[in-house]
Structure formats: C-alpha cells, structure tokens
C-alpha cells in the first residue's frame, strides 16, 4: 500500500515571499501520479499541479512548481511570491497509473501574512 | 456546468438513524468518487465508480455504507445505522477518462451523528 507523509502540519509566510512544502511518499510502483492539492477555508479542493513520475522535468504552474525526486521519493511544492489567497490547507496526493483512488497525506496549513 | 455538486451540504442525525448523500458529478465526467475527511486529516478513499459500475470499494467501508451510480451520472451514498464515528466530511469527486486526469471536489457533505 502506497503512504504519503506531509510532515509539516502547520507554515506561515510573509505576502510576497517564498515558501515550500515537503511532501514524501512510499510505494513500490514505477509508474504514477503525484498532485498537490489546495483546500481553502470551508471551500472545494482544487488541483494546483501534476507531476507524471516518468518526466524528469519539474512540473510548474506559474507562482507554483515542485521538486520531484523519484529515487528519493520525495514531492515537495515550491510558492513564490506568496499572496494572501494562498491561505488555505494543502495535500499532497498519490495515484498509481490506471488507478481510480489517491491516497492523500495528513495536509499542511498554510497561512500567508500581510 | 457549475462543477461537482453535493447534497446536503450538512447532516445533523440520531445515532442509528439512516442518511443518504446525493452527488452530481460534472456531466461529462465517467468516473465519481467519494472520499470522507475527518478534521485534521487528508481525503481517505471510501468507493469509487466508472460509469455505473463500482470499481473499488476501501476495506474500511463496512456493511452499513453503500454507494449507487444507477446510470452513470449521480451517485449516492447512504449509512445505514450511523455511529458517533460516522461524524466527518464525505466528497465527492469526478474526472474525465483513464488517463489520471484532474479530480474535481464537490464542497463536501459534513455529517454529525449526535
């Protein structure tokens, strides 16, 4: 069974700056999905970005981009310049390929400062 | 199409009453999830569908959960006999195809067994 481990329950950052969120997963398979998700405050999780394990290049979606390291197993999601509408919890996901379920970590509740 | 939709948005019941959870997924989507979230913790997978047939269903889903998706479009979920533990979030959520596209949540139903 795969288990993805945030190991930061709780971040702050200043408006403006930049922060990063460490995600790690354990599984056995070679070929899978990776997702950080964003939970604001009493609305709907949305997706912020993908990476397929097969590419090496970094996934980015403008202020946010991740560090995937496959043999370390590790997903970390980088945001730059911080805004206040990042306020909200973020879970890193897990899908193995042709799967239907993700397996999601514990989140990490992010809070941006003016 | 306004995204995934869920009913009710909150549940008040008696322990040992029976509720039903009803969601719409985006018309276009094939696959339906649900999800339940308790505080402080990530999405735990409960069932998932492809069209109307049930794919995977957790092993943490005991006999007193159900899920439906009659004709490939909505889908419920009922808890028969609820217990104080039931009290939690359940999602819902959808995507298009096998390709591990993006999942879109609905805004949850938040149930309290009392």
């Known amino acids: 069974a795969q288990t993805v481990t945030q190991s930061q329950p709780e971040m702050s950052v200043q408006e403006a700056e930049t922060v990063t969120l460490s995600c790690t997963y354990d599984?056995?398979?070679?070929?899978?999905?990776l997702f950080w998700y964003k939970q604001p405050p009493s609305r709907q999780m949305i997706l912020v970005i993908r990476?397929?394990?097969?590419?090496?290049q970094n996934a980015t979606e403008n202020r946010f981009s991740v560090n995937f390291q496959k043999a370390a197993k590790s997903f970390s999601l980088k945001i730059s310049d911080s805004q206040l509408g990042d306020t909200a919890m973020y879970f890193c996901?897990?899908?193995?390929?042709?799967?239907?379920?993700?397996?999601f970590g514990d989140g990490t509740t992010l809070t941006v400062k003016p | 199409d306004t995204g995934v939709s869920q009913d009710p948005r909150h549940k008040i019941t008696k322990r040992g009453q029976n509720v039903t959870f009803r969601c719409d997924p985006i018309?276009?989507?094939?696959?339906l999830y649900w999800y339940r979230q308790t505080l402080g913790q990530g999405p735990e997978f409960l069932t998932y569908?492809?069209?109307?047939?049930?794919?995977?269903k957790s092993r943490l889903l005991s006999d007193r959960f159900s899920a439906e998706r009659p004709k490939g479009s909505f889908s419920t979920l009922e808890i028969q006999r609820t217990e104080q533990g039931d009290s939690a979030m359940y999602l819902c959520?959808?995507?298009?195809?096998?390709?591990?596209?993006?999942?879109?949540f609905g805004q949850g139903t938040r149930l309290t067994v009392v």
């Open positions: 569908f492809q069209n109307e047939a049930q794919l995977e």
């Open positions: 990476q397929e394990a097969y590419k090496q």
């Open positions: 599984t056995s398979e070679n070929n899978y999905y």
């Open positions: 018309s276009e989507h094939n696959r």
């Open positions: 959520a959808s995507s298009l195809g096998t390709q591990n596209t993006e999942a879109f």
């Open positions: 996901a897990f899908m193995k390929q042709q799967a239907g379920k993700s397996t």
